[in-house]
């Protein structure tokens, strides 16, 4: 087919959904006065336990353990702080303020957050109407193109999907509201998913 004769375009499409589910990445950190190393990583471990006793029935996963010497203003040795990350996935991303509180109340100082990535547990709805919008957006626009050159739009020759835009990404803004008394209380922004296809249409 002469290639004055075709018209490729790119269509982009776009699908949105709540998140399912939350993951926190949490820190707890234990500093020994005086302690030794194994003594720190002791203190640890029980406040790791403390960790995982305080949320019952949720994924708990520990990394990223740490143990480094703590000096006092004068540079002098004082003790050992230990450090492990710890990583909650809840399926109610409405109770992530209550997961914070649970936790901070039986770690107590030592306890960090050092953020949360709302998810959606099954991407291929999500995947598949991003398709479909791409593609009707392709169609939509090379119709358009077909006008404007005084052509009308024939069939389809060929479709390649160069690739998503790296799975699900936040929409929008979260909208996170403190209530100290209950614990943060954490609106996750909407996960969206683009894709993008390149389409050859014969013109007529």
Sequence with gaps: MDPRDTLVITGTGKAQAAPDAVVLDLQVTVEGHGASVSEA???LADASRACEAALPGRSVRTHGLGVHPRHDHHG????HTAYQQVR???????????VVRRVGDAVGEGFGVNGLRPEVSDTAPLETDAREAAMADARTRAEHYARLAGRSLGE??????PG?????????ESDMRMAMAAGPAVDPADQEVTVRVQVGFALR
């Design 76 to 79: 002098r040795q004082v003790g």
């Design 88 to 98: 909650v996935r809840t399926d109610d991303p409405t109770g992530v303020g209550d």
């Design 164 to 172: 998503t835009d790296g799975g699900v990404r936040p929409f929008g």
């Design 156 to 161: 389809v020759l060929w479709i390649v999907e």
């Design 41 to 43: 990583l002791a203190a």
